[in-house]
């Protein structure tokens, strides 16, 4: 039986660390168990301990003092040696079977988009350790409501996907801080994202000159079929849940269990 890991990926602040916590405490309460392994060197101690943690391997202090680096050049340094010391992950995994690892991921983006050591250390789990991986990806719902960012953030999301290679759930983060004052509708076209229609939209604020690259942008995430956005509060259980149930479908740790349906528009509003 495949073990069931979940990389939990997004720009910094997108709510992953407190999305990894909620997972925990849902899992708890509905007689489950998962563990944390933190990857980010630059982590803070959160509700639940880390299981495994990579800081244990390295810490960022010592690279920054004895390498000269900064806080991002160290970071990926950092990764870059977890990387090249992966039996030192593999000890660590050891043989937790059927529980959930959740990788809290850092918040550089550089590396989702173009260092190849997430994709490496991915591909290292799924045929050395026997994973069935899925990336959820975290973008904070606040950000995205401006169609404008919601292409940068969108292009963000495709390009982890397109790197990392695995089945991916995007999630629209901290859905509480929007969902009073925002109109239920509007939220379900980010919701499940028409990006021509978003476009409309992002033309009106925009300079004309952008007007083709936005409508190629738009395309692009159409085209690429960037479906939906499973929405997050992370206090919410029921998100959590409708969350993990497409997780365990994924990566198929539930053999056909069925995912929720995302709730209904009138449900959102109970959220
Ligand atoms: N309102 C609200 N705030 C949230 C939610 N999830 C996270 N936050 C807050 O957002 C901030 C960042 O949350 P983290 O979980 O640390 O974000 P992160 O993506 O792990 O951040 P980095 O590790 O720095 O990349 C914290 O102040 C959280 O309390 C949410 O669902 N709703
Ligand atoms: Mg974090």
Redesign the pocket.
Known sequence: MSRVGVLVL??????????CNSIISHMQTIGRRAHIVNL?P??EA?QYEFTIDIRDLISLDDVMEELHLGPNGSLIYCFEYLMNNLDWLEEELGDYNDEYLIF?C??QIELYTHIPVLPAIARHLQTQLNFSLCATY?LEAPFVIDSSKFFSGALSAMSAMILLELPHINIL?????IKDDYSKKKLKRYLNPDPTLLLDSTNETWNPRFQKLNKTIANLVDDFGMVQFLP????NPESVATILSYIDDVTQWAEGQEPKEPKEQTEIEDM
């Open positions: 997004g720009p910094a602040g997108a709510g992953k660390s407190t999305f980010d630059a982590a959160t809290d850092p918040g975290l983060s901290k859905i509480d801080q997050l509060e992370a206090k």
